[in-house]
C-alpha cells in the first residue's frame, strides 16, 4: 500500500484487519469492510484479494472468481489458485475448476498452495464421481503421516474422507487420526485471540455487495455475474472510480464514525 497516502493507507489497513478479524464469525460485516478498503484503493493486489475471501466466505462464487481473477492480474501471482479452483465448484462447474487447476504450474508454485490445490482439485474429482481419481489427486509427496506442517491436517482429512466414502474405513480411520494428531501438535485452535476495536458501526448501513462497473459503484444485483459469460472468458472485473494514490471516494457510512 506504499501508493497511498499514510491517512489512507492507515484506512485501508483498519478495514482489512477487521476483515480478517470477523471472517469466521461473521463473514457479511467482514465482506463489508473488504468493500470499504476496495472504494479506498481499488488498485492495491491484497485489497481486492481480501474482496475475493470474504465474498468466498459468503458463497458469493461468482464474485469471488471475479475478484480473484483481478488479483491475480494486479498482482502476477497464483497463490490463490486453489480458491479459484475451489470457487469454480462453488459455480457448479468441475471440470472448469479442473482446467483452471492444469493451467498453471505446480512444480512452481509454494508447498502450501501446491496442498491447497491438490485438495481442491481432488474435490473437483468428487463432484465429477471421480472417486479413485480423488485420492489420486491426494497422492502427493508431501503426503507423510510422520511429519506435520501448517498444511497437513487439512491434507490427511481430506484423504480421510475419500477413503471413507470409498469403504476403506479401517485406512479412513488412520488418517483421520493422523489429521488429528497433526493439528494437535501444530497447535491449531491455541492461538491467543487478537482482538481489534470494531470502529466502523455503521457499516451496517452499507449494502451487501457491490461491484464496480465502469467509473461508478453499483449494487451487485443490477450487474451480471461475468462468470454466466460463454466459456474461456476470464474477466478481471473493472476498476473503482478513484485511481489516484490517496485520493479514493471516502467510503459512505463506514467512515464517518471516525
Given at each position: ?35 470499504a ?97 480423488a ?12 511429519l506435520?506442517?501448517?498444511w ?17 474405513l ?89
Amino acid at each position: 500500500m506504499k501508493t497511498l497516502s499514510k491517512e489512507n493507507a492507515e484506512q485501508v489497513a483498519r478495514h482489512l484487519a477487521m476483515a480478517a478479524q470477523l471472517i469466521d464469525e461473521d463473514p457479511e460485516r467482514a465482506h463489508l469492510h473488504a468493500l470499504a478498503a476496495s472504494r479506498r484503493a481499488g488498485r492495491v493486489a491484497v485489497v481486492r484479494e481480501s474482496v475475493a475471501i470474504t465474498a468466498y466466505a459468503m458463497g458469493d462464487f461468482a464474485l469471488a472468481l471475479r475478484e480473484l481473477r483481478t488479483y491475480r492480474r494486479i498482482s502476477g501471482s497464483d497463490d490463490q489458485i486453489a480458491l479459484i479452483v475451489d470457487s469454480e465448484r462453488g459455480m457448479g462447474r468441475p471440470d472448469r475448476a479442473l482446467e483452471e487447476a492444469r493451467s498453471v504450474d505446480r512444480a512452481a508454485l509454494p508447498t502450501a498452495t501446491r496442498v491447497a490445490l491438490a485438495i481442491a482439485m481432488s474435490g473437483a474429482r468428487l463432484d465429477r464421481g471421480e472417486t479413485e481419481l480423488a485420492l489420486g489427486e491426494l497422492e502427493i509427496p508431501e503426503l507423510n503421516p510422520d511429519l506435520a506442517f501448517d498444511w497437513s491436517p487439512a491434507l490427511f482429512a481430506a484423504r480421510a474422507a475419500v477413503l471413507e466414502d470409498l469403504g476403506r474405513l479401517e485406512e479412513a480411520s488412520f488418517w483421520q487420526e493422523r489429521a488429528e494428531v497433526a493439528s494437535a501438535a501444530l497447535g491449531h485452535g491455541d492461538d491467543e485471540e487478537l482482538i481489534i476495536e470494531d470502529a466502523y458501526e455503521d457499516l451496517a448501513d452499507e449494502p451487501e455487495s457491490i461491484e464496480f462497473d465502469g467509473d461508478e459503484p453499483v449494487p451487485a444485483e443490477d450487474v451480471e455475474s461475468e462468470s454466466a459469460d460463454s466459456d474461456g472468458a476470464d474477466s478481471d472485473g473493472a476498476e473503482p472510480a478513484s485511481t489516484e494514490p490517496g485520493e479514493a471516494e471516502q467510503p459512505e457510512d463506514a467512515e464517518r464514525s471516525e
